[in-house]
């Protein structure tokens, strides 16, 4: 297929980075099991040496991350936090990274307990506040680093207005666009230099894989992060690149459910008397509604909310809900509930990003809205 960006992102999604296979006619991409290739002579091969540098497989999916992100280049890696740590390897110690105040746990334990013993510096500020951002500022900084919506309070952040602040420095502005997913909001095209993704999540929308992947514009920069990637070796098997193109193939149509279904479950929430706040970019009620409409073509499938009965009520909840299971993770077709602070934001805990133990964080899936509304309900009702 030519990549072109004159086709629509439901077009991408089943087409990007696929060509039928030449030598069999293949529709779907087949999964080169191999770690190796015959070479026709010494230091001489067809492109592929050894399947940690490159894989048919995973060029493919590189093909199709990239078309659905607008960028000129992707990688994909063996999880959303190598992806994150293979673009910090591009941080010297003693520059500075200006990260967001509300990112995933694990996101936070790599820069706070990990990579800040290597020299590099960190500092968390409200990415939601343009001058806040701009305070926070250092003539070393080299690197922004936000989510939007975040994890798990979804703030938005005007990606456009802080890849200037960062530009006008000589920054980088990383985005995080695992929640939002492409189909929804594509950052390179707001200023981005990188797009992150953890492709479990709604790229692969199974819930059957975990990799990661990094989207970007600049070549110069691209064959650094190619470098690093074979040589860190943090990448994925063919089976799961098949896995995430073949969740690819349905993204466009999954997002337009979790969408539709997460704005339903979000009004129901919001209505109910046991509930105290609900934390959703479809509703009015939240403080970035505007922006959300600006910038997102839906508000997504993720929605937190708090109940009056704080944290026992919450996990009251989380135990006794029957179709939205108690797991970690989110965006696959099935709905998943969770309270971050225990959970996957366990890290941050005794730190200024600390989540409030009461907050429930829920992943709404495809399945009918109805049925997961009277789900919650049953429960709420208990309270």
Same mark, same amino acid.
């Not at 026709?40 to 590189?62: C, F, I, M, W």
């Not at 969408?259 to 129901?268: D, E, K, Y």
């Not at 109940?307 to 696959?332: D, I």
């Given at each position: 297929?030519?990549?072109?960006?004159?086709?629509?992102?439901?077009?991408?999604?089943?087409?990007?980075?696929?060509?039928?296979?030449?030598?069999?006619?293949?529709?779907?991409?087949?999964?080169?099991?191999?770690?190796?290739?015959?070479?026709?002579?010494?230091?001489?091969?067809?492109?592929?040496?050894?399947?940690?540098?490159?894989?048919?497989?995973?060029?493919?999916?590189?093909?199709? *991350?990239?078309? +659905? %992100?607008?960028?000129?280049?992707?990688?994909?890696?063996?999880?959303?936090? =190598? !992806? /994150?740590?293979? &673009?910090?390897?591009?941080?010297?110690?003693?520059?500075?990274?200006?990260?967001?105040?509300?990112?995933?746990?694990?996101?936070?334990?790599?820069?706070?307990?990990?990579?800040?013993?290597?020299?590099?510096?960190?500092?968390?500020?409200?990415?939601?506040?343009?001058?806040?951002?701009?305070?926070?500022?250092?003539?070393?900084?080299? *690197?922004?680093? +936000? %989510?939007?919506?975040?994890?798990?309070?979804?703030?938005?952040?005007?990606? =456009? !207005? /802080?890849?200037? &602040?960062?530009?006008?420095?000589?920054?980088?502005?990383?985005?995080?666009?695992?929640?939002?997913?492409?189909?929804?909001?594509?950052?390179?095209?707001?200023?981005?230099?990188?797009?992150?993704?953890?492709?479990?999540?709604?790229?692969?929308?199974?819930?059957?894989?975990?990799?990661?992947?990094?989207?970007?514009?600049?070549?110069?920069?691209?064959?650094?992060?190619?470098?690093?990637?074979?040589?860190?070796?943090?990448?994925?098997?063919?089976?799961?690149?098949?896995?995430?193109?073949?969740?690819?193939?349905?993204?466009?149509?999954?997002?337009?459910?979790?969408?539709?279904?997460?704005?339903?479950?979000?009004?129901?929430?919001?209505?109910?008397?046991?509930?105290?706040?609900?934390?959703?970019?479809?509703?009015?009620?939240?403080?970035?509604?505007?922006?959300?409409?600006?910038?997102?073509?839906?508000?997504?499938?993720?929605?937190?909310?708090?109940?009056?009965?704080?944290?026992?009520?919450?996990?009251?909840?989380?135990?006794?809900?029957?179709?939205?299971?108690?797991?970690?993770?989110?965006?696959?077709?099935?709905?998943?509930?969770?309270?971050?602070?225990?959970?996957?934001?366990?890290?941050?805990?005794?730190?200024?990003?600390?989540?409030?133990?009461?907050?429930?964080?829920?992943?709404?899936?495809?399945?009918?809205?109805?049925?997961?509304?009277?789900?919650?309900?049953?429960?709420?009702?208990?309270?």
């Amino acid at each position: 297929m030519t990549q072109s960006h004159n086709f629509h992102l439901e077009t991408l999604a089943v087409h990007a980075g696929v060509e039928p296979d030449p030598q069999t006619g293949a529709v779907m991409t087949p999964i080169y099991q191999t770690s190796t290739y015959a070479q026709p002579d010494v230091a001489q091969h067809k492109g592929y040496e050894y399947s940690r540098t490159d894989n048919p497989t995973r060029t493919a999916l590189h093909g199709a *991350l990239a078309a +659905l %992100e607008g960028g000129n280049h992707a990688l994909a890696f063996a999880s959303g936090m =190598a !992806a /994150i740590d293979t &673009i910090l390897r591009l941080i010297k110690p003693g520059e500075h990274v200006l990260s967001g105040n509300d990112v995933y746990g694990g996101t936070f334990r790599l820069f706070d307990k990990v990579l800040s013993g290597y020299g590099i510096e960190f500092t968390f500020a409200d990415t939601t506040d343009e001058t806040a951002v701009s305070a926070a500022m250092q003539p070393n900084t080299k *690197l922004v680093w +936000l %989510e939007t919506p975040t994890n798990p309070m979804l703030r938005l952040t005007d990606i =456009a !207005a /802080i890849a200037k &602040i960062a530009h006008d420095v000589g920054a980088w502005l990383g985005v995080d666009n695992t929640f939002a997913s492409p189909i929804l909001q594509r950052p390179l095209a707001l200023g981005a230099d990188f797009v992150l993704h953890s492709t479990t999540k709604y790229i692969g929308g199974h819930s059957d894989v975990v990799g990661g992947a990094i989207v970007l514009n600049d070549t110069q920069i691209y064959d650094q992060l190619k470098f690093l990637q074979n040589a860190i070796g943090a990448v994925p098997g063919p089976m799961d690149c098949f896995l995430t193109l073949r969740g690819i193939k349905t993204l466009a149509i999954r997002m337009a459910q979790h969408c539709r279904n997460a704005m339903l479950v979000a009004q129901s929430l919001a209505d109910h008397p046991a509930v105290a706040e609900v934390i959703y970019p479809g509703l009015d009620s939240h403080p970035q509604y505007e922006l959300a409409r600006r910038q997102m073509k839906g508000p997504g499938g993720m929605i937190s909310f708090v109940l009056h009965g704080g944290e026992e009520a919450a996990r009251l909840v989380a135990r006794e809900t029957q179709l939205f299971t108690l797991a970690e993770s989110l965006g696959g077709v099935e709905s998943l509930i969770e309270l971050p602070a225990p959970m996957t934001h366990a890290s941050v805990a005794d730190s200024p990003l600390a989540v409030d133990p009461g907050l429930v964080r829920v992943s709404v899936g495809i399945e009918n809205a109805q049925d997961l509304i009277n789900d919650l309900k049953t429960v709420l009702n208990q309270l």
